[in-house]
């Protein structure tokens, strides 16, 4: 069975002062941010993916139902219409959401988002806090998660809800994730700005694979990011994953990305590409970039093409390395090490407003 599979790109640690101006826009940026139409045509922004999870195509076109939310209010049983749970489970078909003005949603339970789903909060000052977070379970293929602000996600009392295709059940045992994908495919998490969460702020996990994770704003926060549930879980060993445009920081210690104790781990043997990326270790304690938490009975693949490292930092190269097994709707070219505080200068949830460029 093939080792898990990432590929981290331009990111960086503890990167202060995020703008707007589009000069020097990284390729998925580039794609849509420079149209003043943008908001006439939300739909481009699904071709404009790169990376494992590839264009989202399934997510435009004239079978596309348009959904506003105009209601922040949240029952996790019987959604109302105009609700972001109506939109994003109960609706059937394919669905590009978006918000009618900025808003504050609480969740009651995690919301379960539907195949074939944009989350579009582009426009918009929407915070997803103070309650449940995202979860995508089974999500056979194409989901955007873009533009939110999702913090101070807290596990919620056992209690009923919603899912797709209309069944009501239990969502006990939800540990307070801001986004979780379990056992889902093709999913883009891009623009998000993620902190301050009980539990993880991303967990890829359970057999996900081909997800892009780009342009996201992970801070203040102990367990960032987790690709893989544990080392039973053999469909892991199939995950597929880029990192990619990411900044993180400051306050991120541990779990995939941080930097109290290893800014990249892993178990069970994956394979880990890093390219173009910046670490900034945070002092003569903290320089280690990697650590393998168990060799799993195989070999470790992890190589570090074009990094740069600062206060010391290092990384531990051991194994060879094979490409990304990319398509053409997947592939683009790494960027320089050097253009990383560029790239990511505008990570997060953007702030933006129709009829100029985000």
């Known amino acids: 069975m093939a080792s898990r599979e990432f590929q981290l790109l331009a990111f960086l640690f503890v990167l202060h002062g995020a703008t707007t101006n589009v000069h020097g826009a990284n390729i998925i940026d580039r794609c849509w941010r420079r149209q003043p139409n943008w908001a006439a045509n939300r739909q481009r922004l699904a071709v404009c993916s790169v990376g494992l999870a590839g264009k989202m195509r399934q997510n435009r076109g004239p079978g596309v139902i348009p959904y506003v939310v105009t209601d ?37 339970q995690p919301l379960f988002v539907k195949s074939f789903t944009a989350i579009d909060g582009r426009g918009a000052d929407v915070h ?3 309650g449940a977070g995202i979860m995508l379970y089974q999500v056979i293929n194409n989901v955007i998660i ?14 009923q809800v ?24 093709k999913v883009w998490i891009d623009h998000n700005t993620l902190s301050r969460c009980q539990d993880g702020l991303l967990d890829v996990t359970v057999g996900s694979t081909d997800v892009t994770v780009s342009n996201n704003w992970f801070f203040n926060h102990d367990k960032v990011m987790l690709l893989g549930h544990d080392d039973g879980h053999a469909a892991d060993r199939r995950m597929r994953v880029t990192v990619a445009f990411n900044r993180f920081g400051p306050n991120s210690t541990t779990c995939m990305i941080g930097w109290g104790h290893h800014a990249i781990g892993g178990s069970m043997g994956p394979s880990v590409k890093s390219q173009g990326n910046m670490f900034v270790a945070s002092g003569p304690d903290n320089t280690k ?19 740069s490292f600062q206060n010391g930092a290092f990384f531990k190269q051991t194994g ?28 997060g949830a953007l702030s933006c407003s129709a009829g100029s460029a985000c």
């Open 128 to 130: 997803i806090a103070g």
């Open 289 to 307: 970039v990697t650590r393998r938490m168990r060799a799993g009975g195989k070999d470790w693949d992890w190589a570090s093409i074009g990094d």
């Open 146 to 159: 873009h533009g939110l602000h999702i913090h101070d996600c807290r596990s919620q009392p056992a209690g």
């Open 72 to 108: 922040p209010s949240d029952d996790p049983v019987r959604p109302r219409p105009g609700t972001l749970r109506y939109g994003g489970t109960v609706l059937a078909g394919k669905v590009w959401i978006t918000f009618q003005r900025g808003m504050h949603i609480r969740l009651a």
């Open 162 to 185: 919603v899912v797709p295709g209309g069944a009501v059940q239990s969502a006990g045992g939800m540990d307070g994730d801001a986004i979780r994908l379990v056992s889902s495919t």
């Open 320 to 347: 060879s390395w094979v490409r990304p097994n990319y398509n053409k709707h997947q592939a683009f070219v790494a960027a320089s090490a050097n253009e990383v505080r560029s790239l990511t200068k505008d990570a």
